[in-house]
């Protein structure tokens, strides 16, 4: 069981910068893939970012690849997302997640188990 809890959202203006964090209690947090997802109002949960439980692997949605960084610190059960160059439609609530051994794709949300309550990003023109 993993309980997460994100934090760093906020407003910003177009081009500006953030960066999201996610905390993670409970056990074995180093052995889960972890992702982040983001939610626009009326709209699905779409796929932002993975990063595999060593942090050697890195996969991003192409509408962010370039502009976001997804990175994890195992010591302190963190992960982020670096998010610059922000635009109005990255508007959205973002979430982490922790994904548990699944043969679906690691942008699905089904493969993940385990889900923040999300974090507001605001994006200005």
């Known amino acids: 069981q993993v309980q997460l809890v994100e934090s760093g959202g906020g407003l910003v203006q177009a081009g500006g910068s953030l960066r999201l964090s996610c905390v993670a209690s409970g056990r074995n947090f180093n052995t889960y893939t972890m992702g982040w997802f983001r939610q626009a109002p009326g709209k699905e949960r779409d796929f932002v970012a993975t990063?595999?439980?060593?942090?050697?692997?890195?996969f991003y949605a192409d509408s962010v690849k370039g502009r976001f960084t997804i990175s994890r610190d195992n010591a302190k059960n963190m992960v982020y997302l670096q998010m610059s160059s922000l635009k109005p439609e990255n508007t959205a609530v973002y979430y982490c997640a922790a994904r548990t051994p699944s043969t679906t794709s690691l942008r699905s949300a089904s493969g993940y188990s385990y889900w923040g309550q999300g974090t507001q990003v605001t994006v200005s023109s």
């Open positions: 990063i595999t439980w060593s942090g050697d692997s890195t």
